[in-house]
Structure formats: structure tokens, C-alpha cells
């Protein structure tokens, strides 16, 4: 199965050097020993567009340091993107920004949120009902590192992962979009070195430190693996 990876975000040069970009970690993270899927990455903001929404069986966007309501020329493109391919049901996975303009571009809202930024470890709950979310826990923990957030689903959408701070933290449709607000690409020695490389530049440190505490504090406590489980389960199904 060809998976197409929109690269829509950047870590910084030194960060993308020692861990990989976004599109790196995600092939590794769903990657198994089977090899069933094939991966190519598109990078967006270099302006390396598919041909066509049928070029792969599947597609991937990425999380992303913009907004979805900002005004880039790509956003556009990319929402199109995404409305063709809903359009024909192939399956569509986002992750933070990708969860968030893969709302957007269906019908839901996105907005900077009130509560400010989260970061670092956070624990959701889960709703199982759909059979590819059926290996996950009731509850999940996974890194994080957004201020934006959905505030209104689509309208088809049923929501799975919840907590008081995100109460729209995943939402699936059907068999073919699946989407969540976390990064479960991103390993415990990545978080804490991009919320270091932000703090007091992009993020306050009153943010940025209690996040690092608890990094420190509880490494064991992340998901990435089982969620990853859920991701080929649904590309599969």
C-alpha cells in the first residue's frame, strides 16, 4: 500500500538534522516488519505537489508550527487535496495541524485556544467503537505540543479522544479519516528537545518547564507504539 506523506511543517534544520523531519518519524513509527506500506514524502513547503489525489492509496499530512486560518498559498492547494481525496474515500490521516486543517477543510473550526499552550505528555479518553481503534486502551497518553485546537468537528465526524483540556482531541469518519492531536511520531528525547529549543523564544517558559518536568518524570507512560498499531490497522482495514 503507497501511503503520501504531506510535509507541511519544520522542525528547526538542527532538530530535522538529529531526529528526522515529521514525514521520517511517521514512516518509522507506523513501519512494520511485514513492510506493507510504501512511503513518499511530499514536501509541501517546498512546493513538491502530488500529480493527482489517486498518485498514492493513502495519504498522511503532518502537524506543522502555522496555523490552518493563516494565509499561506499552500493551505488552499492542500484543502483541495484533502476535499479530493474524501471525495473519493481513500483513507486520510492527520496529526495536530493535519488534524486540524483536515477539520476544517470537512466543516469543522479551528481557533487558537483560551487555555493556552499544551505540551508534553497528555492522557485522553478513548472511545473504542470503531474496529481498527479496538487495540487501544480506554486511555492513551502521547506527546503534544499545540495552542490551536478544534472546536467544532465536521459534520459527519464522531469524536474518540477526549480530555478537559482538548475535548476534540481525534475524530474518525467512517473507515476513512482518522485524525489526533497529539504527535504520536514524536519520542520522549524529541519533545523535550523542541520545547527547549522554543522556550522563551516561541513558548513561555511557564509552559515549557512544568512540561519538561513531567517528561522527566514519567518517559514510560507514552502510547506511540500502541497508537501506531491503530494507524496500520486502519490504513488496512
Known amino acids: 500500500m503507497k501511503i503520501g506523506i504531506l510535509l507541511v511543517g519544520w522542525a528547526s534544520d ?27 514524502t ?3 513547503l517546498r512546493s513538491e505537489f502530488p500529480e493527482n489525489h489517486l498518485d498514492c492509496d493513502g495519504w498522511i499530512v503532518t ?12 493551505i488552499p492547494t492542500v484543502s483541495q487535496l484533502i476535499k479530493n481525496i474524501y471525495h473519493d474515500k481513500l483513507p486520510i490521516f492527520g496529526v495536530c495541524f493535519g488534524h486540524q486543517l483536515i477539520a476544517q477543510t470537512l466543516g469543522g473550526h479551528v481557533e487558537k485556544s483560551t487555555k493556552g499552550w499544551g505540551l508534553g505528555l497528555h492522557t485522553y479518553k478513548i472511545d473504542k467503537s470503531a474496529n481498527y481503534l479496538g487495540n487501544l486502551s480506554e486511555e492513551l497518553t502521547l506527546n503534544i505540543c499545540h495552542q490551536d485546537q478544534v472546536l467544532q468537528l465536521p459534520e459527519k465526524a464522531t469524536l474518540y479522544a477526549s480530555s478537559e483540556f482538548c475535548e476534540n482531541a481525534g475524530f474518525y469518519i467512517e473507515d476513512k479519516v482518522l485524525t489526533m492531536q497529539a504527535h504520536p511520531e514524536f519520542k520522549i ?15 513561555p517558559k511557564e509552559f515549557t518547564d512544568p512540561a519538561l518536568k513531567k517528561l522527566k518524570e514519567v518517559p514510560e507512560s ?3 507504539s500502541q497508537f501506531a498499531q491503530t494507524i496500520r490497522q486502519f490504513f488496512l482495514s
Open 189 to 203: 528525547d524529541f519533545t523535550e528537545a523542541l520545547l527547549n529549543a522554543r522556550r522563551e523564544v516561541i513558548i
Open 222 to 224: 507514552v502510547q506511540s
Open 42 to 44: 511530499y514536501n509541501i
Open 14 to 40: 538542527e532538530l530535522v538534522e538529529r531526529y528526522g523531519s515529521y514525514a521520517d518519524m511517521l514512516m518509522k513509527l507506523i513501519d512494520s516488519e511485514e513492510q506493507v506500506f510504501e512511503f513518499k
Open 63 to 74: 502537524g506543522s508550527p502555522h496555523g490552518v486560518y493563516e494565509e499561506h498559498s499552500w
